[in-house]
């Protein structure tokens, strides 16, 4: 088990270089995309106004010049020769823009002879076949002709009606649209004059506006736009779509419309739901004030505004695609940044790992490059550095042994009476001598163990060790500093004999190192717990893995990469090389030295070393 190491963040800068140039490729599109869409959003409305007006304006000029012709047709003149047949009538007739003349100039449409009005009549549907029918009144309101008669050839009196009133008055006159079972109809109503301009009777026609959905159906807008024609009860008159005009009923109840017909006012670029379940753009007006008709147009939003929805396709398609291309570019630039840097980073990991031979390797021709030569550069002096370190650490360590030990011996010497008999005083001041120098050429060791492990001059002697043996050894060479502090030592002797290959004197010391720290580390009461395992570890193979763990403080979190280095001790009196000592013993063993610890909950050494069974289990009858 390995110490856990700190999240990397490296990555972070990766994303954050994507998403710069991401914002710088996408955001001025995206502005760009959206001031094109106002713009366009504000030509198309005015374009889909124009339009419609156009269509609007269009119905309106045919409707006017469908009316137009009628009354051209219906408005006579008529000067008639008694004498002549009506073959010779019709000889003589020819039609002048403002009706038909004949010779003569009665005073009333009685001096005609049926048989004249009944020529006027064939010439009338003549010209305006879709005429249903025609009547003749004098002009004192008596019916004189009509055409077809009827169900029964009574004449009427019409001089109380308003058709006649306003007839004879000289207006053209207009009637309400008359929706029959299969075609609307409506009475139009002129003057006949002679050609004294005097007024001698109107005559009324019937007509089918049958003729003005077809004028009406030529009128488009776009695609699927359409008009119609209303009376002034919203009831559908005429309409391009015919399946609008089938399937609308009640027009009169829609807001939109009843502004228009009720309201008297104009309606431009509304939006409304129609019957037959189309999102549309509407507008409408009056058509004419006479006819009591209002026209309208309605344009399904989706085809009105097609060329928007094409342009918000295409731009998005766009972005998409820039999006794509922009992710690939930022991802391969990112990488162009991140890469050297990831290298730097790796290679500075190795060194607060001390492996001072690495080198960064990156070739960019930039100033990576020159960076990472600096790096190198850097590692060399370190290295050159550390060696120095290394040898006067070990120079002076072994020079002062020789000065240190030859202290000890004369010290002994002198408590042992050699030199002549010493008071009590003397004594306790050689004792306290003797322990310090004792301190001193631990010391004196330490930095020898700590200059040859990192000099890599450690020897290891590695056997074949039950290092169960080595727990039980050095457990009851520390029972009595454990128990002097209330601490309690708890082991339970693994349930399989497993061997480790191992320097048993160098694992002693380490396993002494770990367990006096602990004791260090901890108030009295607490208990150390040492549990041995096996597993087939990642790069060792079958290893013995022993955990030290105590109920003291714990370490900090920011201290477990700290607290193997030479020279540095979270004790006030510790000189910091006992664990620095135990993790080289353990790295030239082949093995790993971790920790975990949470302040507050203790800590645990973890020691990972390669191992094998004992020999008997290779051979049974051993």
């Not at 590692?379 to 060696?387: F, P, S, T, Y």
């Amino acid at each position: 088990m390995q110490k856990d190491k700190k999240p990397k963040k490296g990555k972070n800068f990766r994303v954050k270089v994507s998403k710069l140039l991401i914002f710088i490729a996408i955001i001025p599109l995206f502005l760009i995309t959206l001031f094109n869409f106002y713009q366009i959003n504000d030509s198309q409305q005015a374009n889909i106004l124009k339009i419609q007006e156009l269509a609007l304006g269009n119905a309106q000029e045919k409707i006017k010049k469908f009316f137009t012709q009628k009354f051209e047709i219906l408005h006579l003149v008529v000067n008639t020769d008694l004498g002549a047949s009506p073959d010779e009538f019709r000889e003589e007739a020819k039609l002048l823009t403002d009706g038909l003349t004949v010779n003569a100039a009665p005073t009333t449409l009685t001096e005609i002879s049926p048989e004249t009005l009944n020529s006027l009549i064939d010439s009338i549907y003549a010209m305006s076949q879709d005429t249903e029918s025609i009547t003749f009144v004098d002009k004192f309101g008596n019916e004189i002709a009509r055409r077809p008669a009827g169900p029964n050839e009574n004449m009427y009196n019409l001089s109380m009606q308003e058709i006649f009133q306003k007839t004879i008055r000289g207006e053209n006159y207009i009637g309400p649209v008359i929706f029959g079972p299969d075609k609307p109809t409506i009475k139009l109503a002129s003057q006949i004059e002679n050609s004294n301009k005097e007024t001698i009777g109107i005559i009324i026609a019937e007509v089918n506006l049958t003729p003005i959905r077809s004028l009406i159906g030529e009128i488009t807008l776009g695609n699927s736009g359409f008009v119609y024609i209303t009376d002034d009860q919203a009831n559908i008159i005429a309409s391009s779509n015919s399946n609008f005009q089938n399937k609308a009923k009640e027009l009169e109840k829609i807001p939109q419309i009843n502004l228009v017909i009720k309201g008297g006012s104009e309606s431009k670029l509304e939006e409304y739901n129609n019957p037959i379940g189309d999102k549309v753009v509407f507008s409408g007006k009056l058509l004419d004030q006479n006819l009591g008709w209002f026209v309208f147009s309605e344009w399904p939003k989706s085809d009105a505004y097609s060329i928007l929805y094409k342009y918000l396709y295409q731009s998005a398609l766009i972005t998409l695609l820039t999006l794509v291309v922009v992710i690939f570019i930022s991802l391969y630039s990112a990488k162009q940044v991140v890469q050297p840097i990831e290298k730097l980073a790796a290679g500075s990991e190795q060194i607060k790992q001390g492996n001072l031979e690495f080198k960064v390797d990156i070739k960019t021709n930039d100033e990576f490059e020159e960076l990472a030569e600096e790096f190198n550069e850097m590692i060399n002096v370190l290295n050159e550095n550390k060696k120095l370190k290394d040898e006067f650490v070990f120079i002076a360590a072994h020079e002062l042994r020789t000065p240190v030990t030859a202290i000890k011996g004369y010290i002994s010497m002198a408590l042992e009476g050699t030199f002549g008999d010493l008071s009590d005083t003397l004594k306790n001041t050689l004792n306290t001598v003797f322990a310090s120098n004792e301190r001193l050429v631990q010391l004196v060791q330490d930095l020898l163990e700590v200059a040859r492990s990192e000099s890599g001059k450690m020897k290891i002697e590695a056997k074949s060790v039950p290092y169960n043996e080595n727990f039980q050894t050095v457990i009851r060479e520390l029972e009595p500093l454990a128990a002097k502090k209330n601490i309690k030592i708890l082991y339970d002797e693994p349930r399989q004999d497993m061997n480790v290959l191992a320097d048993a004197n160098k694992l002693k010391e380490v396993l002494v190192n770990l367990i006096v720290n602990a004791c260090e580390a901890m108030a009295p009461g607490g208990s150390i717990t040492i549990d041995e395992r096996t597993e087939n570890h990642p790069g060792l193979g079958p290893a013995a893995v022993i955990v030290v763990r105590d109920t003291g403080p714990g370490i900090p979190a920011h201290l477990h990469d700290r607290v193997f280095q030479p020279f540095f001790s979270t004790k006030e009196q510790g000189t910091g090389l006992g664990l620095s000592i135990a993790q080289g013993i353990i790295t030239e063993h082949g093995g790993r030295l971790a920790l975990e610890s949470t302040e507050g909950r203790g800590a645990a050494f973890i020691l990972i070393l390669p191992c094998q069974r004992k020999s008997h289990e290779h051979h049974p009858d051993h």
